[in-house]
């Protein structure tokens, strides 16, 4: 571990096996090695990263947009995606012997074409090609190192002007109601834009749900107890009627569940909170409202853990994880995302017609789609979702209610009928 000083919150760079390796060029033809991302160790044990150029130097210009992202909370994952696109720049720029602040338009084409190809060697020539990056990806890497210009433009560095032009307002899929009286003012626009297609989102049938949880754990009523995982019955459960992403279910406190009392409906606080494996709310804070099957499957599952021992372990109860580890130590600790991951793929080893792409992020897709295609207004969703503003759910699913076809997939409108889903 060697001591840096690059910024008030980052004092330790880590090495060891975090080291970038040569890439197969370099090892073929013994040249220097590519910048690449860094991670770092911070004195409050969080995690982030930076990018150091291929003689293991701090590259600082990205540095300090990093930081600058860093000051306005960026979660430790969009640092690292942001790092990670802001290295493969750098990278091309090392490659050509650019400087980053001397770069020309036809460079950010040449850069377009390197991601497009997985490669920024025009020398290699592979015998089986590999498959080319999708546009979506293309341009989310494309629109980060733009971000990086657009803050050394705003810090008086001038770098790459070309960048954005002066041009009327265009409108978006979606508009204010009074839009048509704002005043329109130029707008700097993109000189850099690649073309994306719609996808279609992947999407979970109730009935490939409903197996799922099936398969996880069932209530034995002779026995008069749950048989099965009912911790994984609970995490589909969840996931499949709130929409909450994996990190912010994996998150939760006992405290945070707060059970129906009377007529008063359950909700579920999603909190901004530091979490041993990194985890956080990405879509914010915000409060759930869930109904009654979905509140009574947790109390029972409460009963569960204690069964399991949980009671005897677990000191304080309200802070401790709803979702934990019960077969392997350290018991009770809090579960990481990779064991969600690892089993959700042995559960699409079962006959559950679980396509073999599914990840737990589907569930979130599904229930947007769901809420939608059921009548559930747009703004009601986006604050649902924990989006910052109803443009991304319309951008995410402003095509769900064009489409009839999706009204083919289930009967949403029974499967939902069980839901809460208040203004709140």
């Known amino acids: 571990m060697t001591a840096v000083d690059f910024g008030d919150s980052i004092d330790v760079l880590e090495r060891s096996i975090f080291q970038p390796l ?27 990263w930076t990018v150091v ?5 701090l590259v600082e210009p990205v540095e300090s947009f990093l930081e600058y992202g860093r000051q306005l909370d960026y979660r430790p994952n969009t640092t690292r995606a942001y790092a990670q696109s802001l290295a493969q720049w750098w990278s091309f720029l090392e490659d050509t012997d650019t400087l980053w602040n001397a770069v020309k338009l036809s460079d950010f084409g040449d850069f377009v074409a390197s991601l497009r190809q997985r490669s920024q060697f025009d020398s290699i020539r592979q015998i089986k090609p590999q498959r080319l990056r999708s546009s979506n990806t293309v341009r989310l890497r494309v629109q980060v190192v733009m971000s990086f210009y657009s803050y050394q433009a705003a810090c008086g560095v001038e770098a790459a002007p070309f960048l954005w032009q002066q041009g009327q307002r265009t409108s978006g899929r979606y508009l204010g109601f009074l839009d048509h009286i704002s005043r329109r003012t130029p707008q700097k626009r993109a000189t850099v834009r690649i073309r994306t297609t719609t996808k279609s989102l992947p999407l979970l049938s109730p009935l490939t749900i409903d197996a799922l949880q099936a398969a996880e754990a069932h209530y034995e009523a002779s026995r008069g107890e749950w048989v099965g995982d009912l911790r994984y019955r609970l995490l589909w459960a969840l996931l499949a009627e709130t929409g909450m992403r994996i990190g912010e279910a994996l998150s939760l406190q006992h405290r945070d569940w707060n ?43 409460v009963w569960w853990l204690c069964d399991a021992g949980a009671d005897a372990v677990m000191i304080d109860w309200d802070s401790s994880y709803i979702f934990c580890n019960v077969k392997k130590p350290p018991l009770f600790a809090p579960m990481r995302p990779e064991s969600v991951y690892a089993h959700l793929d042995l559960m699409k080893r079962q006959d559950l017609d679980l396509p073999a792409e599914a990840t737990p992020h589907w ?62």
């Not at 409906?265 to 530091?274: H, L, N």
């Open 22 to 48: 040569p890439s197969a060029w370099t090892w073929m033809c013994g040249g220097d090695s590519m910048a690449a991302v860094q991670r770092v160790a911070l004195e409050t044990t969080e995690t982030t």
């Open 53 to 57: 150029d291929r003689s293991f130097q």
């Open 259 to 301: 059970t129906s009392r009377g007529t008063q409906t359950a909700t579920i606080s999603i909190v901004s909170r530091p979490h041993p494996h990194g985890l956080a709310a990405k879509s914010g804070e915000r409060e759930i409202h869930v109904g009654s099957r979905l509140d009574r499957l947790y109390a029972d599952y």
């Open 363 to 424: 569930f979130r897709h599904t229930h947007a789609t769901a809420l939608l295609l059921t009548g559930t207004p747009v703004h009601v969703v986006s604050r649902r979702l924990g989006h910052a503003n109803v443009q991304t759910t319309m951008n995410t699913y402003g095509h769900v209610t064009e489409s009839a076809e999706l009204e083919a997939l289930a009967n949403w409108r029974a499967y939902v009928e069980g839901w809460e889903r208040p203004n709140a």
